[in-house]
Every structure is written in C-alpha cells, then in structure tokens.
C-alpha cells in the first residue's frame, strides 16, 4: 500500500519561505523513479487544487499563481519530493497534499500552511 507523509508546514510571515517535503513508502525506488508527483492546496472553503507537477524526467509544471515563487523538485533516492515555497503570500494558506497515480490516486494526509499578513 503506497503511503505519502508530508511535512515542514508551519505559520509563517507574508514574503517568507517554507519548504514541504513528502516521502513515499509501500513503493519500490523503481516505481518512485517513473511517477510523475504532485502538490495540490485545499483553501478553506474552497475546492482542491493544482500547484505543481514533476515527472520521472524531471519536467515541471505549475500553477499560474505560484509561477516564480514555488519550485517542485524529487529526490529519488529518498523516494520523497519537495516544494520549496518562496515569497509567501497570505492566499497561500491552505492544507497543501502531495499526490501520486499507478492508475489509482495515492494523496498524503496534508500539511497546514498558514500565511500570515
């Protein structure tokens, strides 16, 4: 059974910085290599949704309010992924999810970001 831990949010000033992690466990370092991964925010009262993606080769893709200021990177041979959050903005606030697909959709149980102004 895959399972994704996320990390390292936290309360934090607007324009500071937080860097979330997520290992991966229950999934070989091969499967891991070849998974694209992904971060999604759930705001309250508002619906999931996309921040960033990388693939196995590296590609990245991001949402246009965190163009600039978020950068998505792997480590695979930690089986983890980062999002390194830059210049933080108080409608950044949010439960941000990691996120994985074998064909079916693995999420982690969130880390709660707060941006204060």
């Known amino acids: 059974q895959v399972q994704l831990v996320e990390s390292g949010g936290g309360l934090v000033q607007a324009g500071g910085s937080l860097r979330l992690s997520c290992v991966a466990s229950g999934i070989s370092g091969h499967i891991f290599r070849i998974s694209t991964l992904g971060w999604y925010r759930q705001a309250p009262g508002k619906q999931r949704e996309f921040v960033a993606t990388i693939t196995s080769s590296g590609s990245t893709n991001y949402a246009d309010s965190v163009k600039g200021r978020f950068t998505i990177s792997r480590d695979n041979a930690k089986n983890t992924v980062y999002l390194q959050m830059n210049s933080l903005r108080p409608e950044d606030t949010a439960v941000y999810y990691c996120?994985?697909?074998?064909?079916?959709?693995?999420w982690g149980q969130g880390t709660q970001v707060t941006v204060s102004s």
């Open positions: 996120h994985t697909s074998n064909g079916r959709d693995y």
